[in-house]
């Protein structure tokens, strides 16, 4: 065997013991070289201006623009609105090329500390390769939003090594669990520890909110990735696609049928993005119910067909990200470590740059 071949073998051992903090580490180093230089933006700070962009869907009614940018300014920024973000194609918030030009532009701004989606729908797809990825690497700075920008934080981070946030969008509600969470991360600079809201029973016997559970025990350690699985799944072949070994993969969706659920796994599985991975933690899958036919599956199996049974690595679900009121920001590209049974991920270093 040469040289070569021996090391790739030992490197190939060392991820599958992905299960443990040891191996996932040894996975992600292997694997360090396919993937950019991690890149992290510079922290926000209160009087910051923040550019207001739609990548996706349009809006119909002026409202939801003044709610975000009362949300946006109450947050302590100014706000720099794209300038078609009042644009219309058909459902979408413009043209392609004037929703990329959009982001384009507000990362070659430099009075832009930050970039945040107005929204999500869909779309983002659409302008994913019209992006100025040289530009953005040479530029970097805080882009967030969830759903369907995870085609953009995932595109981002996979091409620059920029580190992405999924995060509550402008016109998001701003809650004080979603606000603390945000600021935690990306104004204070805090390797923080991220957890569901203590969850409140009342006068219940026992709380059914804000729960999480454990579908398989354990810790692990590995670099976060994911976001919503249909669009995700979307990527799957492209250049896009970033290398999930030794990953921590987050998964939320919404208004899915199960089968659909069932078949973004599958693309998932069958694009290698579940082969080496060091954990799973899944969200809200809002509103993914059977559908109609004669029977299905529940999400309960179709975990476990893709998580549990083949796999020996972390996984707990219940997380507070996704289609749901109270939402963590979860760093792309960004080092933690999993633990399924207490449901939570503890950064293992700051995700934004706390000094100039």
Same mark, same amino acid.
């Given at each position: 065997?040469?040289?070569?071949?021996?090391?790739?073998?030992?490197?190939?051992?060392?991820?599958?013991?992905?299960?443990?903090?040891?191996?996932? %580490?040894?996975? !992600?180093?292997? +694997?360090?070289?396919?993937?950019?230089? =991690?890149?992290?933006? $510079?922290?926000?700070?209160? @009087?910051?201006?923040?550019?207001?962009?739609?990548?996706?869907?349009?809006?119909?009614?002026?409202?939801?623009?003044?709610?975000?940018?009362?949300?946006?300014?109450?947050?302590?920024?100014?706000?720099?609105?794209?300038?078609?973000?009042?644009?219309?194609?058909?459902?979408?918030?413009?043209?392609?090329?004037?929703?990329?030009?959009?982001?384009?532009?507000?990362?070659?701004?430099?009075?832009?500390?930050?970039?945040?989606?107005?929204?999500?729908? %869909?779309?983002? !797809?659409?302008? +994913?390769?019209?992006?100025?990825?040289? =530009?953005?690497?040479? $530029?970097?700075?805080?882009? @967030?939003?969830?759903?369907?920008?995870?085609?953009?934080?995932?595109?981002?981070?996979?091409?620059?090594?920029?580190?992405?946030?999924?995060?509550?969008?402008?016109?998001?509600?701003?809650?004080?669990?979603?606000?603390?969470?945000?600021?935690?991360?990306?104004?204070?600079?805090?390797?923080?520890?991220?957890?569901?809201?203590?969850?409140?029973?009342?006068?219940?016997?026992?709380?059914?909110?804000?729960?999480?559970?454990?579908?398989?025990?354990?810790?692990?350690?590995?670099?976060?990735?994911?976001?919503?699985?249909?669009? =995700?799944?979307?990527?799957?072949?492209?250049?896009?696609?970033?290398?999930?070994?030794?990953?921590?993969?987050?998964?939320?969706?919404?208004?899915?049928?199960?089968?659909?659920?069932?078949?973004?796994?599958?693309?998932?599985?069958?694009?290698?993005?579940?082969?080496?991975?060091?954990?799973?933690?899944?969200?809200?899958?809002?509103?993914?119910?059977?559908?109609?036919?004669?029977?299905?599956?529940?999400?309960?199996?179709?975990?476990?067909?893709?998580?549990?049974?083949?796999?020996?690595?972390?996984?707990?679900?219940?997380?507070?990200?996704?289609?749901?009121?109270?939402?963590?920001?979860?760093?792309?590209?960004?080092?933690?470590?999993?633990?399924?049974?207490?449901?939570?991920?503890?950064?293992?270093?700051?995700?934004?740059?706390?000094?100039?």
């Amino acid at each position: 065997m040469t040289p070569t071949r021996r090391l790739f073998a030992q490197q190939s051992l060392a991820a599958l013991g992905a299960g443990t903090a040891l191996a996932a %580490s040894a996975a !992600s180093s292997s +694997v360090s070289s396919r993937r950019p230089a =991690l890149l992290l933006p $510079r922290r926000l700070q209160p @009087g910051d201006t923040i550019g207001l962009v739609a990548p996706s869907h349009a809006f119909f009614e002026r409202e939801p623009f003044e709610l975000a940018f009362e949300t946006v300014q109450a947050m302590g920024f100014k706000v720099k609105p794209g300038a078609h973000l009042r644009a219309r194609y058909g459902q979408f918030a413009g043209t392609d090329a004037q929703r990329a030009a959009d982001v384009n532009t507000m990362f070659a701004d430099d009075s832009v500390a930050g970039i945040l989606a107005l929204r999500g729908g %869909s779309g983002c !797809s659409r302008i +994913v390769d019209k992006l100025d990825y040289d =530009l953005i690497k040479a $530029r970097p700075k805080f882009f @967030g939003g969830f759903s369907d920008l995870t085609a953009l934080t995932t595109a981002i981070h996979a091409r620059t090594g920029l580190v992405t946030f999924h995060c509550p969008m402008g016109a998001a509600e701003w809650n004080a669990y979603s606000l603390n969470n945000f600021r935690q991360l990306v104004m204070e600079g805090e390797a923080a520890l991220l957890r569901n809201p203590t969850p409140e029973r009342g006068d219940a016997l026992v709380a059914k909110n804000d729960r999480t559970r454990a579908l398989r025990g354990g810790k692990a350690r590995g670099h976060l990735l994911g976001g919503n699985l249909s669009v =995700l799944a979307g990527l799957a072949g492209s250049r896009f696609w970033p290398d999930f070994r030794g990953a921590i993969l987050f998964l939320e969706d919404v208004n899915e049928p199960i089968y659909k659920i069932d078949s973004c796994l599958s693309t998932l599985r069958l694009a290698g993005a579940l082969d080496q991975l060091a954990g799973v933690v899944l969200g809200g899958f809002t509103k993914c119910e059977p559908g109609e036919g004669y029977g299905s599956l529940t999400l309960d199996e179709v975990f476990d067909d893709y998580f549990v049974k083949p796999m020996n690595i972390p996984v707990y679900r219940g997380a507070s990200f996704g289609h749901i009121k109270r939402q963590l920001t979860l760093p792309l590209g960004a080092a933690a470590e999993i633990d399924a049974d207490a449901g939570t991920l503890q950064l293992l270093q700051p995700v934004v740059l706390t000094q100039a």
